[in-house]
């Protein structure tokens, strides 16, 4: 079982507020991704970082996104302004280097509901 | 750039049946391929993946996937499936040139009927 733990599981939100969602990603994986899960099943990237460095990102969503990984703390992302089309499952996933990227160990994601 | 294709939607089948989900992929280069399930309401847990060697590979809980580069696909398989193993199921795909993002199909959602 995954040991990458996401907080909290569920988020509700009304549109224009602040989201933040937080990962620990499994002991020792200094690798993390993070995607968007839509209900139609549909992943979409968002960042990832090896330690606290961000290695890709896509143009988050005018700005709106932001994510870290500080040394000795929880990963986390935050959407700045909340909007109907962000609610989705947020996933944290973690690889022990960058070579196995291909084995990503998920947590069990937070569910954002932006009403 | 990478697509992939899970065209059965829904799969539904009886405990102790054979089953096989589809995976088809689009993509120029060398690649990564792997399956994740999805039970209801949780994460994705790792399967099992190919890049090289034996097309076929053995994940964990009895499922195989055989990958076969004439028919750009990596479908996976299980001999005799539980009610348990009822989830989604996603083939994802990645690549070196990608940066190794995971670029994930709409899945398939496994029913079985005990």
């Known amino acids: 079982n995954s040991k990458v733990i996401q907080t909290p599981r569920y988020l509700v939100k009304g549109q224009g507020q602040k989201a933040k969602m937080r990962c620990i990603p499994e002991?020792?994986?200094?690798?993390v991704f993070w995607y968007q899960q839509n209900k139609n099943n549909e992943f979409k990237f968002l960042i990832n970082?090896?330690?606290?460095?961000?290695?890709?990102q896509i143009d988050m969503t005018e700005k709106r996104f932001s994510a870290e990984c500080p040394s000795n703390s929880p990963c986390s992302l935050e959407i700045q302004s909340s909007e109907a089309g962000d609610s989705a499952l947020y996933l944290c996933?973690?690889?022990?280097?960058?070579?196995?990227?291909?084995?990503?160990?998920f947590g069990a994601g937070t569910r954002l509901s932006v009403l | 750039t990478q697509t992939v294709s899970q065209s059965d939607a829904h799969v539904t089948v009886f405990e102790g049946d054979s089953v096989e989900l589809r995976c088809n992929y689009s993509?120029?280069?060398?690649?990564?391929l792997s399956w994740y399930i999805q039970h209801h309401g949780r994460g994705l847990q790792f399967l099992l993946k190919?890049?090289?060697?034996?097309?076929v590979v053995q994940g964990v809980n009895g499922f195989e996937a055989e990958f076969s580069k004439s028919d750009s696909s990596f479908h996976l398989r299980k001999a005799s499936v539980h009610w348990s193993d009822s989830a989604v199921y996603f083939c994802?795909?990645?690549?070196?040139?990608?940066?190794?993002?995971?670029?994930f199909g709409t899945g398939t959602s496994l029913l079985v009927d005990p």
């Open positions: 993509y120029g280069g060398s690649i990564y």
């Open positions: 996933a973690s690889s022990p280097d960058w070579g196995s990227q291909n084995t990503l160990y």
């Open positions: 002991k020792g994986h200094p690798v």
């Open positions: 994802a795909v990645s690549a070196i040139d990608m940066g190794y993002k995971l670029t």
């Open positions: 970082f090896q330690n606290q460095e961000v290695l890709q």
């Open positions: 190919y890049y090289s060697g034996n097309p």
